[in-house]
C-alpha cells in the first residue's frame, strides 16, 4: 500500500501514435493524398518522419508556400483526418506488450494520461475501437498548441495530472516529442518504433518496442 500511495505522487505520459498504436502508415497515406490532391505537394516518408509528431496547422504551414489563410489549413487538415480516421476505424494496430504495461502501470498506482498532438476526434476513435480508455486518468489533444519540440504539450499533461513536471516520465517516439520532453524537465523513454535508435539518443532510455518494458524499468527512471 505504501508503494502505491508513493506512486500516485508520479505520473505516465503516454503519446498515442508510433507509442501505442502503430498508425504511421496510415498517417502518412492521408497526408501524401491530400497534399498532392489539393497542392501538387510530393510529400515523401522522409518529409513524414521528419515531421512525425507535430500538429496539422504547423505541418501545412512547414510545407505549402505560400502560407494558405487560416480557414484554408483548418480545411485542408479536416480532409486529412477524415481520411485518417476511415483508415484507422478498418485497421487500427495496437503495439504488442502496450495494453500490458499500461495495466501494470496503472495496477502500481501511477497516474496515468494520454497526450497526443491528433485532434481529439482521432484520439476518440482509437480509445474506442482499442478500448483503451479506462487506463487514463486525463486525455489530452494538443492539437492547438505549439509543435512538441516546445515542452507545453508536455507540461499541459503534467498539470492535468497535478504533478510536477520532474515526477513525470514520458514515452516518446519522435525526435521533436523527446526535444520537448527534456525541455519540460521530464524523463524520456523513446520507442524505436519510427525512428532508428540512433536519432534518438536525447531521451533517458531508448527500447526497440513496447513489449521490452517492464515496470522495474520505469520505477527505476523515476527513482522508485
Known sequence: ME???ASSSYGIIWDMDGVLTDSADAHYFSWKEVLFSEY???FSRKDFEDTFG???YNLIKKFVHPTPPDPEIWETSLKKELLYRKEIRE???IYP???EILIACQSFGFKQ???SSAPQENIDIVLEVGNLKPYFDQIISTDTLPAKNFPDAYLAASTALELAPENCLVFEDSILGIEGVKK????CIAIASTHPEERLQKA???VSSIDQLKIGTIQNLLGL
Do not use: E, R, S
Open 54 to 56: 507535430i500538429n496539422d
Open 91 to 93: 485497421k487500427l494496430i
Open 204 to 206: 533517458d532510455l531508448i
Open 184 to 187: 519540460a524537465g521530464m524523463k
Open 40 to 42: 501538387k505537394i510530393n
Open 3 to 5: 508503494k502505491q500511495i
Open 97 to 99: 506488450g502496450a495494453l
Open 113 to 115: 494520461a494520454l497526450d
